[in-house]
């Protein structure tokens, strides 16, 4: 667990490291603001969607809800894919999710060391599972799938996670590790990618109750302001 010493250190290391960096090109610069207290809203909702078609043995909504169960500064942070143990596809068959709190610090937006996991959904898989996730400074603004060679459910997932600079910009989008057994071919991808300053809160799928597979995922997302 994260210290607010460590926090405040890395805030720090990362305001005077900006100081060497060149400026974000504008094709991913969104804003820039001094002093900013951010914040999530609650109230303003994009859900994003990932449907395969199929609708046979679907389970009810499995889902974590950062926003909704732990606070307005939770958000989601880290996956954890566990491969299925029980066919020859190559599949997620059991998905965790952890939800961290974020404060404000030197006007970044940072991991404050608090959090909590809970198990999405759960098949018959295999363990242990593979872990993705964000770095303390940064905030999960897209999930990307990558599915079977029909597109029928998913074979492994990765976040992608955003950030707010010492200048008090928006847009240093970067992938984490991919997570999930590798199928015999790449197969196609689908981004989830929220719209500019807007961040996961929560995510939720319907699997197949007989075979274990994601069938459809959603993730929901919300603005980050500042003031």
């Given at each position: 667990m994260t210290s607010s010493c460590q926090v405040v250190a890395l805030a720090l290391a990362l305001a005077l490291g900006a100081c060497a960096m060149d400026p974000p090109s504008p094709e991913v610069s969104l804003t820039e603001h001094s002093q900013a207290l951010w914040a999530v809203e609650t109230g303003a909702v994009t859900t994003l969607v990932w449907d395969s078609g199929k609708t046979e043995n679907l389970s009810p909504w499995k889902s974590i809800d950062c926003n909704g169960t732990y606070g307005s500064a939770w958000l989601l942070s880290a996956l954890r894919a566990f491969a299925?143990?029980?066919?020859?596809?190559?599949?997620?068959?059991?998905?965790?999710?952890?939800?961290?709190?974020y404060q404000n610090a030197f006007g970044l937006f940072l991991q404050d060391g608090h959090s909590d996991s809970a198990v999405i959904f759960s098949a018959n898989h295999k363990t242990p599972g593979e872990l993705t996730e964000i770095s303390l400074d940064r905030y999960v603004n897209g999930v990307e799938l990558e599915l079977d060679n029909f597109s029928d459910y998913v074979q492994r997932l990765r976040m992608f996670g955003d950030k707010i600079t010492a200048s008090g910009e928006l847009g240093d989008n970067e992938g984490t590790t991919w997570v999930g057994p590798h199928g015999f071919l790449i197969g196609p991808l689908h981004a989830l990618m929220c719209p500019r300053a807007r961040v996961i809160t929560g995510l939720a799928l319907r699997y197949d109750t007989q075979k274990g597979k994601i069938r459809t995922l959603k993730v929901t997302c919300r603005p980050l302001t500042d003031s």
């Open positions: 299925d143990a029980g066919s020859v596809d190559k599949f997620i068959a059991k998905l965790t999710g952890t939800c961290s709190s």
